[in-house]
């Protein structure tokens, strides 16, 4: 069977957004909105890190889900339902059941050492100052949610597949042609931004929040599943519809700028008088949507237009992003605890952390994981320079 030839502006753009989370997370720390569900935060707090993060949260999760379910597809076109679930519960599954404990006690010693300096000034741990949010249980999938949505999502399109033989092929065609026509006209994003939009009801800000939860939301199902579903449907057509995104990502990335500030101004409308403007929840959501669609493909045609091929630190990049995913948090809270007193300013410590945390992951990701068991675990065996291609054989992570 010949296999397809690997986009690697793709891998490109997976790495800079599993990047951009080392970003996100470092703004956290420095929100000038306290009533967020994270229970540590510096004193030193900016505007800058509250658009930051709505910047990069409108389209960093979507980005993602497109991308997996258009890798899904490849893996079933190249393997099968069954062959691609054996692949996502080895690259997927299996880092998440051995790496969510560790990484999960290490992450509440340090939030537990952040609360302690807010309180005390100093680290410490102290649980009865520990706050409690309901709205996120005690045991959850932290910062990994995403493996473990796309786990279900694998699933389900292994089950969907399956049922989908007793459909009529001219329902299948149906559906796949519908799904190319939002994805090719301008239109379209409009029309796949009202499920978005229609969440907006359930959310107390208007915007699905990850939970966390072992037990799957019905708002984060609908919210993350329509991109891996376009990512799915995406795959077929991908001669044509990736060229339309390359030849258009800079009218896509407009557009979005226009539908995230009209976001802006519909929040800043929303924290004044919520009741000014009827169901405003859902022209909030609606309006993110508009700008996560449109800034999806958007960046998926850049880096097909200006970032097509890789060269060696690209692709270094691009193999450390797993690791950088799973492990970034560590820093992005332990460099918080570290700069807590230091006498700097909201940006200057979010500079300060945002390259701490990368070298140290980066770091950490050559001495203990590209050419180890863990590195093979996450990415497939890698081999050293100088070493010949019979003494291992590389697979690249989808």
Same mark, same amino acid.
């Given at each position: 069977?010949?296999?397809?030839?690997?986009?690697?502006?793709?891998?490109?753009?997976?790495?800079?957004?599993?990047?951009?989370?080392?970003?996100?997370?470092?703004?956290?720390?420095?929100?000038?909105?306290?009533?967020?569900?994270?229970?540590?935060?510096?004193?030193?707090?900016?505007?800058?890190?509250?658009?930051?993060?709505?910047?990069?949260?409108? @389209?960093?999760?979507?980005?993602?889900?497109?991308?997996?379910?258009?890798?899904?597809?490849?893996?079933?076109?190249?393997?099968?339902?069954?062959?691609?679930?054996?692949?996502?519960?080895?690259?997927?599954?299996?880092?998440?059941?051995?790496?969510?404990?560790?990484?999960?006690?290490?992450?509440?010693?340090?939030?537990?050492?952040?609360? /302690?300096?807010?309180?005390?000034?100093?680290?410490?741990?102290?649980?009865?100052?520990?706050? /409690?949010?309901?709205?996120?249980?005690?045991?959850?999938?932290?910062?990994?949610?995403?493996?473990?949505?796309?786990?279900?999502?694998?699933?389900?399109?292994?089950?969907?597949?399956?049922?989908?033989? @007793?459909?009529?092929?001219?329902?299948?065609?149906?559906?796949?042609?519908?799904?190319?026509?939002?994805?090719?006209?301008?239109?379209?994003?409009?029309?796949?931004?009202?499920?978005?939009?229609?969440?907006?009801?359930?959310?107390?800000?208007?915007?699905?929040?990850?939970?966390?939860?072992?037990?799957?939301?019905?708002?984060?199902?609908?919210?993350?599943?329509?991109?891996?579903?376009?990512?799915?449907?995406?795959?077929?057509?991908?001669?044509?519809?990736?060229?339309?995104?390359?030849?258009?990502?800079?009218?896509?990335?407009?557009?979005?700028?226009?539908?995230?500030?009209?976001?802006?101004?519909?929040?800043?409308?929303?924290?004044?008088?919520?009741?000014?403007?009827?169901?405003?929840?859902?022209?909030?959501?609606?309006?993110?949507?508009?700008?996560?669609?449109?800034?999806?493909?958007?960046?998926?045609?850049?880096?097909?237009?200006?970032?097509?091929?890789?060269?060696?630190?690209?692709?270094?990049?691009?193999?450390?992003?797993?690791?950088?995913?799973?492990? /970034?948090?560590?820093?992005?809270?332990?460099?918080?605890?570290?700069?807590?007193?230091?006498?700097?300013?909201?940006?200057?410590?979010?500079?300060?952390?945002?390259?701490?945390?990368?070298?140290?992951?980066?770091?950490?990701?050559?001495?203990?994981?590209?050419?180890?068991?863990?590195?093979?675990?996450?990415?497939?065996?890698?081999?050293?320079?100088?070493?010949?291609?019979?003494?291992?054989?590389?697979?690249?992570?989808?």
């Amino acid at each position: 069977m010949n296999q397809p030839q690997r986009l690697y502006a793709l891998d490109n753009l997976r790495a800079a957004v599993m990047w951009l989370g080392i970003v996100l997370h470092v703004s956290l720390n420095h929100l000038t909105a306290t009533n967020t569900s994270a229970p540590w935060h510096d004193r030193a707090t900016s505007v800058v890190a509250d658009l930051t993060l709505l910047f990069i949260h409108a @389209f960093r999760m979507p980005v993602f889900f497109i991308l997996a379910g258009f890798f899904v597809a490849m893996l079933v076109e190249q393997r099968g339902y069954a062959g691609m679930l054996k692949h996502r519960l080895r690259r997927i599954g299996l880092p998440f059941l051995i790496f969510w404990l560790p990484l999960v006690a290490g992450t509440i010693v340090l939030v537990m050492l952040y609360v /302690h300096m807010m309180v005390y000034g100093t680290p410490g741990f102290d649980p009865t100052i520990m706050p /409690h949010d309901s709205s996120h249980p005690a045991i959850n999938t932290m910062h990994m949610w995403f493996l473990y949505y796309l786990l279900w999502f694998c699933a389900l399109t292994a089950l969907l597949g399956r049922l989908g033989k @007793f459909l009529p092929d001219a329902v299948k065609t149906a559906v796949s042609r519908a799904w190319h026509t939002l994805a090719t006209h301008w239109w379209g994003f409009l029309v796949l931004a009202i499920p978005l939009g229609l969440l907006g009801e359930l959310t107390k800000i208007g915007l699905v929040q990850a939970s966390g939860s072992f037990m799957p939301h019905f708002d984060e199902i609908i919210q993350n599943g329509i991109f891996f579903a376009f990512g799915c449907y995406l795959y077929p057509y991908r001669e044509t519809v990736l060229q339309r995104y390359a030849k258009s990502c800079w009218l896509y990335a407009a557009a979005g700028m226009f539908f995230f500030i009209v976001f802006l101004g519909l929040s800043k409308r929303f924290q004044g008088n919520p009741e000014a403007i009827p169901y405003i929840k859902d022209w909030l959501a609606f309006s993110y949507g508009c700008a996560s669609w449109l800034w999806s493909f958007a960046l998926i045609g850049a880096f097909l237009r200006y970032l097509p091929t890789q060269n060696r630190l690209l692709r270094y990049l691009s193999d450390s992003s797993y690791w950088v995913y799973l492990v /970034h948090m560590l820093g992005t809270i332990g460099f918080g605890v570290l700069l807590y007193n230091a006498p700097f300013n909201a940006l200057t410590k979010m500079l300060i952390n945002i390259s701490a945390t990368t070298a140290t992951c980066l770091l950490t990701y050559q001495l203990l994981v590209r050419y180890t068991a863990i590195g093979t675990l996450l990415n497939g065996r890698r081999l050293r320079l100088g070493q010949k291609q019979g003494a291992g054989k590389e697979m690249p992570a989808v």
